[in-house]
């Protein structure tokens, strides 16, 4: 989950790099480093912890027209100065940078490098390593064409070579990796964000390739050596959205811009009144017997939503998380559509899940917020998300993106007629605009409830999903230790939890069962909870703190998650935690 930029041209590549890890730090923040090869030596500066630091230790009096950098998500080592990339060989020929995790480094450490005397504590270091053996007997190409062959698991890869001052080389197997072109430049990064400042075009790499990066070219080879000609596309992203502008965190950014996703939606999914999608995609989905949602996180939250959405069209729909799906695979119905959900669309899981059923020839549908991303491209089809950059690692646009989607799909698959989904989601995205608006009661109400080191969310029938993500959220950026339950799971057993102010926070939208949510409400009432109430006006009482307007109760989800997250936002903010990049965390889940 770690973040790679790299740059080779005629100007100074420093702020160029550093720049492109500022927007790549949602990948990881543990640790941060650059290269710049000034023609007589490779430079390398590195410190733990944010990029901020990093600028701080980097020597201003140097320069580099070749140079790559690294922002990481510790999985082998400790985050510090020492496991932080870039690594570089022995001899100090080679210098390299590493997203992903490589599965067989006991196996090369004892096999090809039992002598090596080892400065780190990373898999990253063992790549460096043998990459420095295998070029003693080998040209470089060759020499990384069998690096390909040996290693197992996922890898990007930035190179440097001491003796090839003007090339810089990128390897790819699994983890994301896209080459940014120029006229007099050429870039390399985790993502389009790390290079829109320098240029919009793009070209993807595919697995076990490997690519020279020159300054006036780029030369793309697959595992054999042979040349591979694929032309570039421009990123669809405007460069403006990735900006904070006024806002002092982006997750308040991108829960404010949730109405405009909303609209963007309908504009895009909607023509004539009518909703809009692929017929390929439509004619794959009509013919499903049974739908199996993977995701893992938000994105599996959204998905049992998506199962309640998508049963109602009368197909059988199951969710299952990526990380449990890809090894203890359950028997799977004959005429199988998977549905992946990624905002990023690069989770590993999700990745390893889709490989594995394309292998097995089932249809897979993508549904993520980056067009051209691993699971979008290696997927039959993809709806996109259209929530814009969403830079937070905890996602909340793209979460209701996903989940207004799904919507978008169920109604199509039911082919209502008399359910005019365009003007419900414009009724919600003017609801959503009240929320928001009131700001200053979430603050209050934060400080009032979220006072103790634990809560509950509590709800019924889809209210329940809502629970689930609003947990998630407080637990995320505050540290709060959250749960979401089923209301009427309390007391088979974690009623046992509740104490004298333990903040239990219910969600009542569904006419059907708010009356039993209550009535949960006050068995935890009884034994001390401070309880807070978040419903639907038609179903309110004068006591309830949070109030909301309704919308149709299938689009509830859409609603109801808007207070959890502001909550989740200020309990954060009150404590003065880093809000957009919590510990331990980060946004792209690109290591199983």
């Not at 039993?516 to 006050?522: A, F």
Request: net charge negative; charged share 20%; aromatic share 6%.
């Amino acid at each position: 989950m770690c973040g790679i930029v790299g740059f080779i041209g005629h100007v100074d590549a420093k702020e160029i790099l550093l720049t492109g890890l500022e927007r790549l730090e949602y990948r990881g923040y543990d640790s941060a480093g650059i290269a710049l090869f000034d023609q007589d030596a490779v430079h390398v500066f590195k410190d733990k912890g944010r990029i901020a630091n990093l600028r701080s230790v980097v020597d201003p009096q140097v320069k580099g027209t070749v140079g790559m950098g690294h922002t990481r998500w510790a999985t082998h080592g400790k985050p510090t100065q020492r496991n932080a990339h870039p690594h570089q060989s022995s001899t100090g020929r080679f210098t390299l940078v590493h997203n992903g995790v490589i599965e067989n480094e006991i196996e090369l450490r004892e096999t090809y490098l039992s002598d090596y005397a080892f400065q780190s504590d990373t898999d990253t270091e063992v790549i460096v390593a043998l990459i420095e053996k295998l070029a003693l007997t080998h040209d470089l190409a060759t020499a990384i064409q069998c690096l390909i062959e040996k290693l197992h698991g996922s890898y990007a890869l930035g190179i440097i070579d001491h003796e090839q001052p003007d090339v810089l080389y990128a390897v790819k197997n699994k983890s994301p990796l896209l080459l940014g072109k120029g006229e007099t430049f050429q870039m390399m990064g985790s993502d389009a964000m790390a290079m829109l400042h320098c240029t919009d075009q793009l070209i993807e790499i595919h697995d076990k390739e490997y690519v020279r990066i020159e300054k006036e070219r780029l030369t793309i080879y697959d595992a054999t050596g042979q040349v591979v000609n694929r032309t570039p596309f421009v990123a669809q992203i405007d460069a403006t959205e990735i900006e904070k502008g006024t806002y002092a965190h982006y997750m308040l950014k991108e829960i404010d811009e949730q109405p405009v996703v909303m609209r963007r939606l309908i504009d895009t999914y909607f023509k004539a009144g009518q909703i809009d999608i692929d017929d390929a995609i439509l004619a794959t989905v009509e013919q499903a017997k049974r739908m199996y949602i993977i995701a893992a996180g938000t994105s599996m939250h959204a998905g049992w939503i998506g199962k309640q959405l998508l049963e109602g069209t009368g197909t059988p729909t199951e969710v299952h998380i990526a990380s449990e799906f890809v090894y203890n695979t359950p028997i799977i119905t004959e005429g199988a559509l998977f549905i992946f959900l990624s905002q990023s669309g690069e989770t590993a899981d999700s990745r390893a899940v889709l490989v594995k059923m394309k292998a097995l020839g089932y249809p897979c549908l993508t549904l993520t917020n980056v067009a051209g991303s691993t699971l979008s491209r290696e997927a039959d089809h993809t709806l996109l998300l259209h929530a814009g950059p969403e830079i937070a690692v905890a996602s909340t646009k793209a979460y209701t993106a996903t989940v207004a989607v799904l919507a978008i799909l169920a109604t199509r698959l039911a082919g209502e007629s008399d359910f005019n989904l365009a003007h419900e989601l414009a009724v919600v995205a003017t609801v959503m605009e009240s929320l928001i608006a009131d700001k200053e009661m979430y603050s209050q109400l934060a400080r009032t409830y979220l006072t103790a080191h634990h809560a509950f969310y509590i709800g019924r029938h889809v209210d329940y999903y809502t629970a689930l993500e609003a947990a998630l959220k407080l637990k995320e950026i505050s540290y709060i230790q959250a749960e979401g339950f089923a209301a009427g799971e309390l007391k088979h057993g974690t009623i046992a939890l509740i104490e004298d102010q333990t903040p239990v926070i219910g969600i009542i939208s569904q006419a059907a069962v708010h009356l039993n949510t209550r009535s949960n409400l006050k068995e935890v009432e009884a034994r001390g909870a401070k309880t807070l109430t978040i419903s639907f006006k038609s179903l309110s009482l004068a006591s309830d703190q949070v109030i909301i307007d309704d919308v149709h109760p299938l689009l509830a989800p859409l609603i109801t998650c808007i207070p959890t997250q502001l909550l989740a936002y200020y309990g954060a903010l009150h404590r003065q935690l880093d809000i957009d990049k919590p510990r331990n965390l980060a946004k792209s889940v690109t290591v199983e």
